[in-house]
């Protein structure tokens, strides 16, 4: 409870990743903590994110497991799947995580206040929930709004047809075709669930291909098992409007000059989002905005940094203050980028902080998880920025094909694929794509963390067989000396 009545050392405005973590830790630290969600705990996460989705992908995947069972030598007759199942296992999955969240700040002693929170002073929030408006005071002030998607860019798109990433997650129905309008990670992903599950999927991408942040090669593989499953590409195509049409809807877009078409059932725009920092109280609080994203401290408010920094050097959890030093921002409220995790260390850097404790974020080490199929994660340098800073690295790469845990289970996509420094051997980054791929990556993203170089990897002993031994081969492939394919070594 508070110290007096509506006095906290610590206030959260919002409860997603950010905000309930930022709770929990100040309750540890034995700060008074106020919580303040107008929507459900876990915000877009575990309510309208991640663990939906991941729900809707377990299933999908227990579908193409029965598919290709015949592959193992097992036959199982035609393979079907119910919606309305498949959706009450994803809310069940949804309550059974916001409820241990909403335990835990109980446990914590934290205030939960259902309500829209808004700043009115430096140090003052305005709370109005259900039962009116209540005002709270704070020593600390965490902004933890995150964000929503992006909507309203195209003509046409909006109205009844147009799917926002929340609208497919409510996994009501499954359309029999559908357009994908952006093929970043949340858009790539979706699209991937509803071909798994029986719609015509259209993929539209502004760049040459899906994923284009991340390694070409990689982006190439998932690419080609996308098409080799029935999903269809409109890359370098940029949309100029929607328009209705016997089918549903009719995306019409520009390709090297020329206008063209294509129509589905439904269209999910997945182009971005937006942070919820419209009616937050900014201007009263004398914090200062810069395209609805709160501004910190110098470095943090950009995508993510050029990994090139070794750990000492990463940014303090001070950086993550504001133009007002007791108010931080975390999440996605700062960067627009929706990577949870990421929002998650942010928090607790920021609680920390604001205790006078030492505390930072590891921006270089920042994993990204991509849930495709087969699955694509990275961490740190990638080998195209590299070649595009000329950086020279050296680059050990080991398929999934010659593990023999891979071929036991019949994969044969993947790769794993390590970036170093050539001279001291210090892993910078790496790539991963293939089963398991995004958790297969913790290792790597330890080593970019701790500054571990390709020879820790290599004289660490792995378990056989196991996925795992992809990390090991392609860290011996940096040496020039990899056990179970030929000697190769190149540097860029």
Not at 54 to 79: C, D, M, N, Q, T
Request: hydrophobic content about 40%; glycine content about 10%; charged content about 20%.
């Amino acid at each position: 409870m508070g110290k007096a009545a509506n006095t906290y050392d610590i206030a959260v405005i919002g409860g997603g990743p950010a905000g309930y973590v930022a709770a929990l830790r100040a309750a540890q630290l034995d700060c008074s903590v106020a919580l303040i969600e107008e929507r459900e705990l876990g915000g877009t996460c575990l309510n309208r994110g991640c663990i939906p989705s991941k729900a809707l992908l377990g299933a999908a995947h227990v579908l193409e497991a029965a598919e290709g069972a015949s592959r193992f030598g097992i036959e199982i007759p035609e393979a079907s799947f119910d919606v309305a199942k498949v959706r009450r296992h994803k809310d069940r999955c949804v309550k059974q995580l916001t409820s241990g969240v909403a335990t835990l700040l109980e446990q914590g002693g934290v205030d939960v206040m259902s309500g829209h929170g808004k700043l009115t002073s430096p140090h003052q929030i305005s709370v109005m929930g259900p039962e009116g408006e209540q005002g709270l005071e704070a020593q600390t002030i965490i902004v933890a709004v995150g964000s929503r998607p992006i909507t309203g860019i195209f003509e046409g798109g909006e109205g009844e047809g147009i799917w926002t990433s929340d609208d497919a997650l409510a996994f009501d129905r499954v359309p029999s075709s559908l357009i994908v309008i952006g093929a970043g990670p949340s858009g790539f992903e979706l699209a991937c669930i509803y071909l798994h599950f029986g719609a015509q999927v259209t993929l539209m991408e502004l760049f040459d291909r899906v994923l284009p942040r991340e390694d070409p090669e990689a982006s190439d593989l998932v690419m080609r098992a996308f098409t080799r499953r029935g999903g269809k590409l409109e890359l370098g195509a940029r949309v100029l409007r929607i328009e209705e049409a016997p089918a549903g809807k009719r995306v019409i877009f520009e390709r090297e000059g020329e206008e063209r078409h294509t129509e589905a059932e439904v269209v999910l725009v997945a182009v971005g989002r937006c942070p919820n920092t419209e009616d937050l109280g900014a201007e009263a609080a004398g914090l200062d905005l810069s395209r609805q994203c709160v501004c910190v401290r110098e470095g943090v408010d950009t995508p993510l940094m050029d990994p090139q920094e070794p750990k000492e050097d990463a940014c303090p959890g001070a950086a993550l203050r504001s133009s007002q030093d007791h108010i931080y921002a975390v999440g996605d409220c700062i960067r627009g980028i929706g990577l949870a995790h990421l929002a998650m260390h942010e928090a607790v850097a920021a609680v920390e902080d604001s205790q006078g404790m030492p505390s930072y974020v590891n921006y270089n080490a920042v994993p990204t998880a991509m849930y495709c199929h087969p699955e694509l994660a990275a961490v740190g340098l990638q080998e195209h920025r590299a070649k595009q800073m000329g950086i020279e690295v050296a680059v050990g790469k080991f398929p999934f094909a010659a593990n023999g845990r891979a071929v036991a289970e019949a994969v044969r996509e993947g790769f794993a694929k390590i970036i170093a420094d050539p001279d001291s051997g210090q892993v910078l980054g790496a790539t991963m794509v293939g089963r398991l791929a995004t958790e297969l990556l913790a290792e790597l993203t330890l080593a970019v963390d701790l500054g571990a170089t390709t020879e820790d990897l290599a004289s660490a002993i792995h378990a056989h067989p196991t996925y795992s031994e992809v990390a090991h081969e392609a860290a011996l492939a940096t040496l020039g000396r990899p056990l179970h394919m030929p000697m190769v070594r190149h540097t860029r």
